[in-house]
Every structure is written in C-alpha cells, then in structure tokens.
C-alpha cells in the first residue's frame, strides 16, 4: 500500500486523525488482518471459517466486522440545502478570515458581547439588593430573598421551635415583603418525608391549607391562611401571586392562631394542599403590594438561558469543535451556579452571600474542567474533532442543553432516587423508571453496534465490565450505599459514545449536560454514602421513641414506656418531649401526664383548645407525638418522634399511632 506522505498540516491536531485513518484503510485492505491482529487470530479464523455457525457469530461479534466503518453523519441527496450548510462554516470562515489572530479577535469580541448582555440580565437579580419604593416618598423598604423551600420565622419540623413555638414568630399580624425565585411550583417540594398531623408528607408542595382568595369585601387579600411552617414561596405559587416561570414578590400577613386548614385547589397545575383539622399557633396569608413599587422581583433564568442557547450557537457551529466544546460548556456551568440551579441562596442586602456563591462556583470548576478535559479527549474529540457542523447544531447542541437544564427537564419525573424506599414512596416512580431504563438500554444497544461498526467492541466491552464490577463492589460495601449521581452517571457513559455516527452526537450532549448539572448543583457527591445520609434529615437515625399507653378509664391522661432496647451513649437524654398538633407541648422527666393540668399550666395552649372548641362541633382532634428528649436542650438533644396518635378533645377518644416514626 502507498501512502502519500507529503500531507500538509495546518496544526498537530489533524496527525492523530491521519494516521487513524491509515490505519483504518489498512484494516479495510485485508479482510484477516481486519479480524485478527497477529498470526495466531488469522489461523484461528481460517478454522472458524469452517467451524459451526455459533461460533462464527461470536467470533464476529468478538473482532466485528471485516471492513470498520466509522463516518460522520450524511443527508438525503434530496435536501440539497443540507450540503451547503454541513460543509460551508469552517472552510469559508478561515477562507474569509485566513489569519487566526482576526479569527481570535473575533471571537473574543463576540464572547465579550455575550458576557456584557448576560451581566446585564444576571447583574439586577444577583447583586442589585430587592427594594419596595414607597408612593408617599418615604424610606424604602428592603425585600427579603428566599428559597423556594426556604421557612419564614420558622426554625424546622418538629420541636424545632421550641415549647409552644415561642422560639419561631411573630405570629401577631406583622407584614413582610419575600422575594421568590422561578420554578418554585416544584422547587418547593419537600423530599424528605415530614409529619403533619396523622399523615406524612412527601414528594409534593409543601403548602398546609391556604390557597387564592376571592373576596370582593377584602381587595387586598389574595389567599386565604396557610399553616406557619408552610414553604412561603411554594405557597405563593399555590395562591398564584407570583409566576412559577419568573418568580416574583408577595407581601404576607402573619396571623396569631388558625383553628383549622383546609385543603384548597392551587394555580399553575400545583394541585390540592395539604389538609389539617385542627389547630395552629400561627399561620399567615398573601396581600396585595398596595404601598408602592418593588424593584428587582423577577428571576431572569429562563431568559438567561434562552440568551446563553442563542449565542452559543454560532461559535458552536462556525469555529473548530474544540472552542465551542470549551466554550459553551464554561458558559452554561456559570449560568447553572449564578441563574438556572444556584447551589446556594444568595440575598443582594447581604454581599457576602453572594460572594461565597461565586466562591463555590469556582471551588467546583477546576475540578471539573478536568473532568470536561478527560471527556474531550476520550469521546468528544473523536466526535466533533473533524464531525458535520450541521449535526452538531441539530443533534449535539440540543441535547447538550437539555441535559443541562436537567432541574427543568428530567428532575421532574416522578423518580427521585433509585432506592426500594423511594420508589415505593414516589407515585408512577416505578413506571417512569421501567421508561427510562428501556430507553437506556435501547440508546446502548444502538451505541454498541456502532462501537462494533468501528472494530472498536473488543476494547469499550472490556472497559464497561470493569465499570460493572467495581460498581458491584462498591455496592457491597457494608454500611454504605452505591449512589449513581448525575455527574458520575454521564462521565461512566460518555466513553461509550466515542462514535461519529448520529447516535454519539444525541447521546455525547445529554451526558454533558447532564455532567455540568449534576457538579454545578450537587459537587462531586460521592458514590457511596451512609444510611443517614440518603435520610437527609428524615426520621429514623435517632433513638427510637418510646411507646403510648392509653388507659381508657382516664381519657384526659397519658403515659407512656421508654423502649428498653435503646440506649442513650451521650448522656444527655434525660427525659421526654411531646407535641401536640407538630409543635410542642410539654419537655418533662415524667412518664405520666394529665392533659387537665397541662391545660392549667400552660395558658397558651389552653387558649388555643378553647378558641379551636369555640369554632368546631364539640370537638378538637389533638395529634400527639412523643419522643425522648434531653430536658434542658430538648431541639438539640432529641430522638425519633412517634408516629400521631389521635386523642379526640374532650371526648377522650383515642386511635394509637401507627408503628414507626416521624
């Protein structure tokens, strides 16, 4: 075979890709060479040849076919229009512009313009502080930032407040002015199963009662009361005061006590809040921003995105494939950390919040680019390196972005992790999962076939039962859990799609994307993690709680029997807590109580029984919980709560708890 030597090289970029492809045309040149690498392979396929026909096919399975082919996509003859546009970018751009220090020039230009125009719509949200300007002309008042799950004057579930919730507050009619954030219709979801009442609540809007309003009596009042420890910005979605696509602000009221929250039917698809019958030491309830204007109150991160996919595109599809990677990929990171999925919520009166959102931001990032770098050189390259420009802007890039806005796109399937306990937990999880492993293994089953096209099965089979082995280990590794994160998720499958045909450039972008996503939110999570860590603060790690007696000869008094098989290593836990209604009641060493003179003792809670009997047909249900408590730091120093046993005030009727805890 001759081999033209006298190749012009533009740059040490294109010698890797000649001489693949020498060796490519060798390979094709000879059909034994093609399947058998040396001498004693060819002999063994000559006896193949006549062997039987199973063996011939895992043989070739094994060696793949006798001609490799590995080529970038094509189109019909007949969209003629696609000839021009797949080979005139590159080719006429350095013709046009033949010095690569103007091509340079250019470009950095076009990224300042992008950097300028993103700023301009980051910079007002992030940094700018949220102000309400009064009409009367008075001093303006500054907006609150929150999260989508983020508490107001509420300190957590439980006995986070402490003995009648006088640690959370004030529940005396004081306004405040939230700002919210876009998305927050499923952003404020709680994922961590939370006790309300007899019922625990997970894997939807945590909003307790509530909903809109429409009073022509009151103008100004938009909802009607949500329980305290209701998300405010979810609740605010719910009563459709502020848009789940761009945020907004809302002015809420705080009320004393509500007696009872019933379930309402919310805007923007959020469906029916959570329903409880019976008492609250506070709620609050959204008004209308009567007083003046409030500046700096919409999120701007879907127009930020759709900014970021417009300008992206023209590098992506006019320069060499390694600028645009590199390009796009920095690019939408930032735009994850600063707009799209922030991993840290940022207040604009507080600088120094924002100034550690940029501080993680770049913690992230250099390991990452490494990440990213490693991608490019084992499947990216390979791809784009020398790959059609048409493809990559209707395959590659498309993908690439909806893998990185994946808290928009897949993040809102019911699946939230691959465990028995979630699953069982999460509705349709199980089918969303059976959908989504289907469509995995059918997208590996098509990329294997074009690794075996290439001649390349051999190597890339080798690497993935590596992978499956070490992951089989690490998921028998005792008192840990095997955790497949987005980030590890797409940089396992990414080297598999080292292919040029169509199927690498859809299946390359999504797993990038999905790269950037997972490390700009989450950081490099680990593969493995504790029980207590897959609870994220859920019940279950802490000392079990004792047990409820009920003596029906006396309905107003309870007792109850610590479980022997607990012990308390700290010391600490000296005595019990008991909630009443999800906050608490009483913090005491005894094993015995009687509701009567807890009445007497506690004139808070008497009051809100009397108010709740004044309203109600005679009778309050009390849902109460017990767990063991240290006395003097009962928040800090607790156990597991019990599940609600319901008493029915004053009536004495009693329904044990269910088994479990809260």
Avoid at 118 to 123: D, G, M, N
Avoid at 238 to 256: D, E, W
Avoid at 284 to 309: H, N, T, W
Avoid at 540 to 549: D, E, N, Y
């Amino acid at each position: 075979m001759n081999v033209n030597t006298d190749v012009p090289f533009e740059d040490d970029t294109n010698i890797d890709e000649y001489a693949e492809n020498i060796a490519l045309q060798d390979l094709t040149n000879n059909k034994i060479t093609a399947t058998a690498g040396n001498e004693q392979e060819r002999e063994t396929w000559l006896l193949l040849k006549e062997s039987n026909p199973f063996k011939k096919f895992f043989y070739r399975v094994w060696y793949g076919p006798d001609e490799p082919s590995d080529e970038r996509p094509t189109f019909p003859l007949k969209w003629q229009w696609t000839k021009s546009l797949d080979e005139w970018p590159l080719e006429s751009f350095q013709k046009r512009f033949p010095n690569k220090t103007i091509r340079f020039i250019l470009l950095t230009v076009y990224c300042s313009i992008w950097f300028v125009v993103l700023f301009a719509f980051i910079h007002p949200y992030l940094i700018r502080p949220p102000y309400l300007y009064p009409n009367n002309g008075t001093e303006k008042v500054p907006i609150l930032s929150l999260s989508c799950n983020s508490y107001l004057n509420w300190e957590g579930t439980n006995n986070a407040c402490g003995l009648d919730a006088k640690m959370c507050g004030p529940f005396d009619g004081k306004e405040y002015l939230i700002r919210c954030p876009a998305l927050c219709d499923r952003g404020g979801w709680t994922y961590s199963a939370v006790a309300v009442g007899p019922d625990r609540i997970k894997y939807r809007g945590y909003e307790i009662g509530g909903g809109p309003v429409y009073d022509e009596s009151h103008p100004e009042l938009l909802s009607y009361p949500y329980r305290a420890d209701s998300y405010p910005c979810a609740a605010s979605v719910h009563a459709g005061v502020i848009s789940p696509l761009f945020g907004g602000c809302a002015k809420l009221s705080t009320n004393k006590l509500t007696t009872s929250f019933p379930p309402k039917e919310g805007k923007h698809g959020t469906g029916y809040s959570i329903a409880f019958d019976s008492f609250f030491p506070g709620s609050y309830s959204f008004k209308e921003i009567q007083e003046g204007i409030a500046s700096g109150c919409y999120d701007p991160r879907l127009i930020v995105v759709m900014v970021s996919i417009i300008f992206g595109l023209p590098v992506f599809y006019i320069y060499e494939s390694i600028y645009g990677f590199w390009i796009n990929t920095i690019v939408a990171y930032w735009v994850l950390v600063l707009a799209l999925d922030p991993p840290l919520l940022t207040d604009a009166h507080d600088s120094a919040s924002v100034y550690q959102l940029f501080s993680v931001g770049f913690q992230r990032l250099l390991p990452l680019c490494f990440v990213l770098y490693v991608v490019w050189k084992c499947a990216v390259k390979r791809t784009l390196g020398e790959g059609s420009p048409l493809a990559k802007i209707i395959l590659w890039y498309p993908t690439f972005w909806l893998g990185t806005m994946n808290n928009i796109t897949f993040d809102r399937l019911p699946v939230d992790r691959l465990t028995a306990k979630d699953l069982k937990e999460q509705a349709g999880a199980l089918t969303a999962v059976g959908s989504i492993a289907a469509t995995i293994l059918v997208c590996a089953i098509i990329q294997a076939y074009s690794l075996w096209k290439s001649g390349r099965f051999r190597k890339y089979f080798k690497i993935y039962i590596s992978m499956i082995c070490g992951l089989v280990v690490l998921g028998n590794i005792p008192g840990l859990n095997l955790r497949i994160h987005h980030y590890i998720l797409g940089t396992m499958l990414v080297p598999g799609c080292a292919t040029r045909g169509s199927s690498a450039y859809l299946f390359q972008g999504i797993l990038v994307g999905l790269i950037l996503s997972g490390v700009s939110r989450w950081d490099f999570a680990s593969i493995v993690e504790t029980d207590v860590a897959l609870l994220r603060g859920e019940a279950g790690a802490l000392l079990k709680p004792p047990s409820f007696v009920f003596n029906t000869s006396y309905p107003h008094s309870l007792s109850w029997i610590a479980n022997q098989n607990e012990t308390d290593h700290t010391g600490l836990i000296d005595g019990y807590s008991l909630l009443i209604n999800d906050f608490e009641a009483y913090v005491g060493k005894n094993t015995s109580l009687d509701l009567d003179i807890l009445r007497e003792e506690n004139e808070e809670l008497s009051f809100m029984i009397n108010e709740a009997l004044s309203v109600s047909n005679g009778t309050v249900p009390l849902y109460l919980r017990l767990a063991r408590a240290s006395v003097r730091t009962p928040a800090k120093n607790r156990g597991d709560y019990t599940n609600a046993g319901i008493l029915e005030w004053p009536n004495g009727n009693w329904t044990a708890p269910e088994p479990g805890v809260s």
